[in-house]
């Protein structure tokens, strides 16, 4: 042995610059980092393309209101549907994935980390080429800019013909290249839940949120793909003059909405399936007892994964399909809400009986418990032909999939923030800045989306930049958009309560929870490598067993 | 209650999970083949739905010479695999060559029947909606081989070096699933687009 001391306190470490500093973050291929960049993403989009909702809310709160011109109206729903689908919601739920999937599996890191940054890194090109659209779109000529033919750009609109200029190129050339970026994330997550799981997790022990990102996995590449083929057809119709959906020359417009909605309906279950995974991890802490139905669940979910590659012709009601047609995605819009309420209900018996803690995390999980069920049964009433004909392209729809998406998988995701906050950063959100959070974010979503429905059904069509006074919709438009003004204080206070708990918060400790699964053993942060060793699982609650040795669950599993 | 441990199962030893090369590429390839469904899909709807000429009947050949040399490459492929496997360095780099000029000879015979479709009998992308389907369902299948070309000629470039070794089998065999994949999208292309559309 060589006689050389060792220094037992290491040589202070010089603070690395904020070039350093950034140059890590741009390099990194670690899960956390990239799954936080991903987060940080989101967010910054969630700002703008809620700015671009408030201006739609400000502009329709009275009637004949000239705050924006029609032309800028379709650009600001075309940038909103846009933005927060395939550069918040998406974005968000991936960089949860990432940063969690692996910690809860009790691996070091993803499959391919050097994928995962790719991935990632052509996400946010995708989005920095579709806001290019600004400038490059021919806006500095004054020739239209930002794409305005809706975010499901029904043909002919996308033609050389309806959308000069390049904003339509921009929409689909950036659709197309984030959408690479999800297939690589998804191929990532799903490899990394099969082939990087610690001794013992069998896939009935893993967490559920892992069992969800693992059907979002194989419906992103099964969903995502269509739309990547599609856009290819778009650009090709648009740089090269083929017809695939030029209705002069014997193409159909008609087939650009079944490509568009094989890929638009599974992608809203792409997003309320991690949603799901937020309240499976979630709702048992806050209740201390276990996941109720652990196997029913999973069956759930996956059976969701499968039905809902069968729903898509229900937002094509309208269009003339055939009977045969109509009945078949009648039946089946019907049927998938069959293994969506299982989970209702699975999650209701998890409350059943528990000693329930409301702390802010299951609070937002309690409000998306109601929400979600509102949202699943309009959307069985819109599922139905006859009342879709009716109320298909009505405020009515908008309502409907707000209430999905902002009342299911927002408040959800924000139940996720608060949850794994602490462990992100080593810090607590604040409790009682979450509680304005949770209250006035709630008081906000109801009075806009609640009264939402009601202009819908009076007869008001979505799209319009603007109605006549004296058809009775007035009052409740102005209910909507100061509805709006109570999420857009809501979410100031949420992301001051970040900013404000990072440097000042409490500290977090390992398992601030009293938590149940890996990603609780580790520090928060946790450290580079995640594990000092890889840890072996005997149950679903491998921290349970740890703490309880005298009655372990895998006694009863 | 008593405070004793209890030992919990052995769990199953060794822990082997599935390879991560062979389920992400499975996942790309299941990625790709959503591509082509569409892409095939579109094909088939468009059948005979041409408003003007030249129809497929009057321009299409069947390229039998070009889906052999594509087709045994997938089988040169595969025993150039084995070889590696058995440590034949040798047998392995001339069959991996082999392979790629099977799939170079593919890509020329598709040259020439787009040359012969243009420049003799005037058809283009934008000539009616069989040259819109034709060239972008076969383009994207060329495009495809290319990519596998590009792939397998980095790794003859490795052969030929003598980085590769024969614990490398495993990796080279991740790659030739691509290359099975595009074989097999092949049959598919052929099938729909030189019998079902001819």
Same mark, same amino acid.
């Given at each position: 042995?060589?006689?050389?001391?060792?220094?037992?306190?290491?040589?202070?470490?010089?603070?690395?610059?904020?070039?350093?500093?950034?140059?890590?973050?741009v390099?990194?291929?670690?899960?956390?980092?990239?799954?936080?960049?991903?987060?940080?993403?989101?967010?910054?989009?969630?700002?703008?393309?809620g700015?671009?909702?408030?201006?739609?809310?400000?502009?329709?709160?009275?009637?004949?209101?000239?705050?924006?011109?029609?032309?800028?109206?379709?650009?600001?729903?075309t940038?909103?549907?846009?933005?927060?689908?395939?550069?918040?919601?998406?974005?968000?739920?991936?960089?949860?994935?990432?940063?969690?999937?692996?910690?809860?599996?009790?691996?070091?890191?993803?499959?391919?980390?050097?994928?995962?940054?790719?991935?990632?890194? +052509?996400?946010?090109?995708?989005?920095?080429?579709?806001?290019?659209?600004?400038?490059?779109?021919?806006?500095?000529?004054?020739? $239209?800019n930002?794409?305005?033919?809706?975010?499901?750009?029904?043909?002919?609109?996308?033609?050389?013909?309806?959308?000069?200029?390049?904003?339509?190129?921009?929409?689909?050339?950036?659709?197309?290249?984030?959408?690479? $970026?999800?297939?690589?994330?998804?191929?990532?997550?799903?490899?990394?839940i099969?082939?990087m799981?610690?001794?013992?997790?069998? +896939?009935?022990?893993?967490?559920?949120?892992?069992?969800?990102?693992?059907?979002?996995?194989a419906?992103?590449?099964?969903?995502?793909?269509?739309?990547t083929?599609?856009?290819?057809?778009?650009?090709?119709d648009?740089?090269?003059?083929?017809?695939?959906?030029d209705?002069?020359?014997?193409?159909?417009?008609?087939?650009?909405?079944?490509?568009?909605?094989?890929?638009?309906?599974?992608?809203?279950?792409?997003?309320?399936?991690?949603?799901?995974?937020?309240?499976?991890?979630?709702?048992?802490?806050?209740?201390?007892?276990?996941?109720?139905?652990?196997?029913?669940?999973?069956?759930?979910?996956?059976?969701?994964g499968?039905?809902?590659?069968?729903?898509?012709?229900?937002?094509?009601?309208?269009?003339?399909?055939?009977?045969?047609?109509?009945?078949?995605?009648?039946?089946?819009?019907?049927?998938?809400?069959?293994p969506?309420?299982?989970?209702?209900?699975?999650?209701?018996?998890?409350?059943? $009986?528990?000693?329930?803690?409301?702390?802010?995390?299951?609070?937002?999980?309690?409000?998306?418990?109601?929400?979600?069920?509102?949202?699943?049964?309009?959307?069985?009433?819109?599922?139905?032909?006859?009342?879709?004909?009716?109320?298909?392209?009505?405020?009515?729809?908008?309502?409907?999939?707000?209430?999905?998406?902002?009342?299911?998988?927002?408040?959800?995701?924000?139940?996720?923030?608060?949850?794994?906050?602490?462990?992100?950063?080593?810090?607590?959100?604040?409790?009682?800045?979450?509680?304005?959070?949770?209250?006035?974010?709630?008081?906000?979503?109801?009075?806009?989306?609640?009264?939402?429905?009601?202009?819908?059904?009076?007869?008001?069509?979505?799209?319009?930049?603007?109605?006549?006074?004296?058809?009775?919709?007035?009052?409740?438009?102005?209910?909507?958009s100061?509805?709006?003004?109570?999420?857009?204080?809501?979410?100031?206070?949420?992301?001051?309560?970040?900013?404000?708990?990072?440097w000042?918060?409490?500290?977090?400790?390992?398992?601030?929870?009293?938590?149940?699964?890996?990603?609780?053993?580790?520090?928060?942060?946790?450290?580079?490598?995640?594990?000092?060793?890889?840890?072996?699982?005997?149950?679903?609650?491998?921290?349970?067993?740890?703490?309880?040795?005298?009655?372990?669950?895998?006694?009863?599993? | 209650?008593?405070?004793?441990?209890?030992?919990?199962?052995?769990?199953?030893?060794?822990?082997?999970?599935?390879?991560?090369?062979?389920?992400?590429?499975?996942?790309?390839?299941?990625?790709?083949?959503?591509?082509?469904?569409?892409?095939?899909?579109?094909?088939?709807?468009?059948?005979?739905?041409?408003?003007?000429?030249?129809?497929?009947?009057?321009?299409?050949?069947?390229?039998?010479f070009?889906?052999?040399?594509?087709?045994?490459?997938?089988?040169?492929?595969?025993?150039?695999?084995?070889?590696?496997?058995?440590?034949?360095?040798?047998?392995?780099?001339?069959?991996?060559?082999?392979?790629?000029?099977?799939?170079?000879?593919?890509?020329?015979?598709?040259?020439?029947?787009?040359?012969?479709?243009?420049?003799?009998?005037?058809?283009?992308?934008?000539?009616?909606?069989?040259?819109?389907?034709?060239?972008?369902?076969?383009?994207?299948?060329?495009?495809?081989?290319?990519?596998?070309?590009?792939?397998?000629?980095?790794?003859?470039?490795?052969?030929?070096?003598?980085?590769?070794?024969?614990?490398?089998?495993?990796?080279?065999?991740?790659?030739?699933?691509?290359?099975?994949?595009?074989?097999?999208?092949w049959?598919?292309?052929?099938?729909?687009?030189?019998?079902?559309?001819?």
């Amino acid at each position: 042995m060589s006689s050389e001391t060792i220094a037992l306190t290491p040589h202070a470490v010089a603070t690395p610059s904020l070039a350093e500093r950034l140059h890590g973050w741009v390099t990194t291929v670690d899960h956390k980092r990239i799954g936080i960049m991903y987060i940080g993403f989101a967010l910054i989009f969630l700002v703008i393309g809620g700015i671009e909702a408030v201006i739609m809310r400000m502009q329709l709160a009275l009637p004949n209101n000239d705050f924006v011109s029609p032309q800028v109206f379709n650009r600001m729903f075309t940038m909103h549907g846009t933005t927060m689908i395939f550069f918040v919601a998406m974005p968000v739920l991936f960089g949860f994935g990432n940063y969690t999937v692996p910690l809860l599996i009790g691996a070091r890191d993803m499959a391919f980390p050097r994928l995962n940054a790719f991935s990632f890194w +052509l996400t946010v090109f995708g989005a920095l080429l579709l806001y290019f659209s600004f400038v490059g779109g021919f806006g500095l000529y004054g020739a $239209g800019n930002a794409p305005d033919v809706g975010w499901f750009a029904y043909a002919p609109l996308t033609s050389k013909v309806f959308s000069p200029g390049h904003s339509s190129d921009f929409w689909s050339l950036g659709l197309l290249v984030s959408g690479f $970026g999800s297939i690589g994330t998804a191929v990532n997550l799903i490899t990394t839940i099969a082939c990087m799981r610690c001794p013992g997790m069998t +896939l009935g022990k893993m967490p559920l949120f892992a069992w969800m990102n693992l059907v979002m996995g194989a419906m992103v590449i099964s969903a995502i793909s269509p739309l990547t083929a599609a856009q290819i057809m778009i650009c090709l119709d648009r740089y090269t003059g083929a017809h695939f959906f030029d209705t002069q020359a014997g193409g159909s417009a008609v087939l650009w909405m079944h490509f568009f909605w094989i890929f638009g309906h599974p992608e809203v279950y792409v997003l309320i399936i991690p949603s799901f995974g937020f309240l499976s991890e979630i709702v048992p802490v806050f209740s201390r007892k276990p996941m109720f139905g652990y196997p029913v669940m999973v069956a759930a979910t996956v059976s969701i994964g499968f039905i809902s590659f069968t729903v898509w012709a229900h937002h094509m009601f309208t269009v003339g399909m055939s009977t045969y047609g109509n009945t078949f995605f009648v039946i089946s819009t019907s049927i998938i809400a069959v293994p969506t309420g299982i989970k209702i209900f699975n999650w209701l018996g998890t409350m059943w $009986g528990g000693k329930i803690q409301f702390r802010v995390p299951m609070l937002f999980c309690i409000a998306f418990l109601f929400q979600f069920l509102i949202a699943g049964l309009t959307g069985i009433m819109l599922g139905s032909a006859p009342f879709n004909w009716q109320l298909s392209g009505s405020y009515f729809v908008v309502a409907h999939f707000h209430y999905v998406i902002v009342g299911g998988i927002l408040f959800a995701t924000f139940g996720g923030f608060y949850y794994w906050f602490p462990k992100m950063t080593g810090k607590m959100l604040s409790e009682t800045l979450g509680k304005w959070h949770f209250w006035l974010f709630f008081i906000g979503f109801h009075l806009t989306f609640d009264f939402m429905h009601i202009p819908g059904l009076l007869g008001m069509p979505r799209r319009v930049y603007t109605y006549e006074a004296g058809r009775g919709w007035e009052t409740w438009n102005q209910i909507v958009s100061v509805g709006a003004l109570f999420q857009g204080v809501a979410i100031l206070i949420f992301v001051f309560n970040m900013a404000w708990s990072y440097w000042k918060g409490k500290d977090a400790g390992n398992d601030p929870w009293d938590a149940w699964t890996l990603e609780w053993t580790t520090t928060s942060p946790p450290p580079e490598y995640n594990f000092a060793t890889i840890p072996t699982v005997y149950s679903r609650r491998p921290l349970w067993d740890v703490k309880h040795p005298e009655d372990p669950d895998w006694k009863y599993e | 209650m008593s405070s004793t441990t209890l030992t919990p199962p052995p769990i199953e030893t060794p822990w082997i999970l599935p390879s991560r090369g062979r389920v992400g590429m499975f996942c790309l390839i299941a990625a790709e083949t959503a591509i082509f469904t569409i892409f095939v899909v579109a094909y088939v709807y468009y059948i005979g739905k041409s408003i003007s000429g030249p129809t497929p009947r009057e321009v299409l050949e069947i390229p039998i010479f070009n889906t052999i040399c594509l087709l045994s490459s997938s089988l040169t492929i595969h025993l150039a695999i084995s070889a590696l496997r058995k440590g034949n360095r040798g047998a392995f780099t001339g069959l991996w060559a082999l392979t790629i000029a099977l799939g170079a000879i593919f890509l020329i015979g598709t040259g020439r029947e787009w040359h012969h479709l243009i420049y003799e009998k005037g058809l283009t992308i934008q000539t009616n909606l069989f040259g819109t389907t034709y060239y972008s369902l076969v383009g994207l299948h060329a495009f495809h081989v290319t990519v596998g070309l590009f792939g397998l000629s980095l790794v003859l470039a490795f052969a030929l070096l003598g980085w590769l070794q024969q614990e490398h089998a495993y990796r080279v065999d991740v790659l030739s699933l691509y290359w099975h994949f595009v074989d097999v999208v092949w049959i598919v292309v052929f099938t729909v687009v030189y019998l079902l559309g001819r």
